[in-house]
């Protein structure tokens, strides 16, 4: 009988458990020649639990690799952008001969509004936001319970042989954004993210209570982020309601093997609707992108209440279904060879998703044209990669005549 295998008297079943019934030594990943993508492969690719079948092995983790480097990739090439158009918004009053403001809210964070800046206006932002990823597709990153490969006797309630990997993923982005109003009715915008990227994971293989550690590696990446260039017109409007058209177009200008960047080009036409009162309003868009990570149908909803002259409070809906978005499953297959054991493999499938979030934050007018707002993002959907808040801090400042 080999060093390395086990009998199993009650099945009557030789289980063979190679490289778990001896101490296996760690490896770790050189970050410095490679890329993130690299270093998430390794940590998930080179798994050692014995199932008997290393084609197969091999093809599931490598489809789990490639979901989570989407869902980074999704995460990042796709992360709501305070909308480039600003706080402000201005008309030119014919009695007065000047431009005075158009609403007296804000306007919310991530939904479009109807509104456009006015007519020779121009405004500047840089936004901060950080994400601290803590699960995904409703399984914990952090706590090492995010099974890899594992061996289970059947009729078993836990698996004998187990390995897990634990992932530790944080983004911090800034955004410097810029709009201007070429008439009345239509604005010009464009976004910018500097996006830091740091990965740290380590993988550990658990035989029959008795851990040993497999692998560890660590990345990082910082650079440009997609690019994002928008354009939207305002034909009908009454008072500050009204309806609008825009388009976005996503440039594939962050680092795709690092997964700063979705690596494509993508253009996303929306419609939106404003239906505003002294002081409430309600604004409420959808479009469809075509092309980046994933096709998708992206809306959003926007609640605003004017709580003073120089506050609005706002909460929103966020939503996107992605036709590719992919999900992480667990395949469970009896092992070649062995009556009685299941190999039981982390891999994914490329299904559509779809993915909720709550927005709620403030916008305050702190002296003149500047104006700083902060909010949280809260997924309540479990597609996909998500942190527990998403935090955002913008200063806006407005130039105009």
């Not at 996006?195 to 990446?221: K, N």
Request: some cysteine.
């Amino acid at each position: 009988m080999p060093a390395r295998a086990c009998f199993v008297g009650r099945l009557g079943c030789v289980v063979f458990a190679v490289a778990a019934g001896l101490p296996a030594f760690a490896t770790r990943a050189d970050a410095q020649q490679q890329t993130v993508s690299d270093v998430l492969s390794f940590l998930l690719v080179n798994r050692s639990v014995s199932t008997g079948d290393f084609t197969r092995d091999e093809q599931a983790a490598q489809d789990a690799a490639n979901a989570i480097s989407g869902f980074l990739r999704t995460e990042i090439g796709t992360l709501p952008i305070n909308s480039p158009a600003g706080g402000f918004s201005y008309r030119l009053d014919p009695s007065l001969g000047a431009n005075v403001r158009s609403s007296d809210s804000f306007g919310p964070f991530f939904t479009e509004r109807t509104l456009t800046a006015g007519k020779h206006q121009f405004g500047m932002a840089v936004s901060y936001t950080q994400a601290s990823f803590d699960n995904i597709d409703g399984r914990k990153l952090r706590d090492g319970t995010l099974v890899s490969t594992a061996s289970q006797l059947e009729g078993d309630a836990q698996p004998f042989d187990v390995e897990t990997v634990t992932l530790r993923l944080e983004t911090r982005t800034t955004t410097f954004s810029a709009h201007i109003g070429l008439t009345d009715r239509l604005d010009l915008s464009a976004a910018v993210p500097f996006v830091s990227l740091t990965m740290s994971g380590s993988r550990l293989d658990t035989y029959r209570g008795t851990a040993f550690p497999q692998a560890s590696g660590s990345a990082s990446a910082s650079g440009l982020g997609d690019a994002i260039v928008r354009a939207k017109f305002n034909p009908i409007r009454r008072g500050a309601s009204g309806l609008a058209f825009a388009a976005d177009i996503r440039l594939p200008t962050g680092d795709a093997d690092n997964l700063l960047g979705t690596g494509r080009t993508a253009v996303t036409p929306r419609v939106i609707v404003s239906l505003e009162r002294e002081h409430v309003a309600w604004h409420g868009e959808v479009g469809y992108t075509a092309g980046g990570a994933s096709n998708a149908l992206d809306y959003g909803s926007a609640l605003t209440v004017v709580a003073g002259r120089r506050l609005t409070l706002v909460a929103e809906v966020i939503g996107r279904r992605l036709d590719s978005g992919g999900q992480l499953i667990d395949t469970i297959e009896p092992r070649p060879g062995l009556v009685g054991v299941d190999t039981i493999r982390l891999t994914a499938t490329s299904s559509s998703t779809s993915r909720v979030s709550l927005v709620a934050g403030v916008r305050w007018n702190i002296a003149s044209r500047w104006l700083w707002s902060f909010n949280t993002i809260q997924p309540i959907t479990a597609a996909g990669l998500n942190a527990h808040w998403v935090p955002t801090m913008t200063f806006d400042y407005s130039i105009g005549r």
